[in-house]
Nanobody, 117 residues
Framework: QVRLVESGGGLVQAGGSLRLSCAAS????????MAWYRQAPGKQRELVAT???????NYADSVKGRFTISRDNAQDTVYLQMNTLKPEDTAVYYC???????????WGQGTQVTVSS
């Protein structure tokens, strides 16, 4: 059974930082690309950042220079370090394991991030 469990969300003032974690189980984490998405109220879910099994990363323009995605393959965990947070970063953040040729896509349950002005 595949599980993606996010943690680390919360309430923070603008300019602050949070670190999200996503613990994966049931997949071969070391060869899996991983991603973080977010969904704000009334908006579509959007891609925030991706990381390949080799550690290559990509970011949405809105978070470049402020967010950092990383992974610890020994712990089967992917992280999202979020700095200089803005009120517009307020959303539910979801961990994602993209579909591969051998398995379907998986999502975590989401963790709420609220940035106050």
């Amino acid at each position: 059974q595949v599980r993606l469990v996010e943690s680390g969300g919360g309430l923070v003032q603008a300019g602050g930082s949070l670190r999200l974690s996503c613990a994966a189980s049931g997949i071969i984490f070391g060869i899996s690309s991983m991603a973080w998405y977010r969904q704000a109220p009334g908006k579509q879910r959007e891609l925030v950042a991706t990381i390949t099994s080799g550690g290559s990363t990509n970011y949405a323009d809105s978070v470049k220079g402020r967010f950092t995605i990383s992974r610890d393959n020994a712990q089967d965990t992917v992280y999202l370090q979020m700095n200089t947070l803005k009120p517009e970063d307020t959303a539910v953040y979801y961990c994602n394991a993209p579909r591969t040729i051998s398995r379907r896509e998986y999502w975590g349950q989401g963790t709420q991030v609220t940035v106050s002005s």
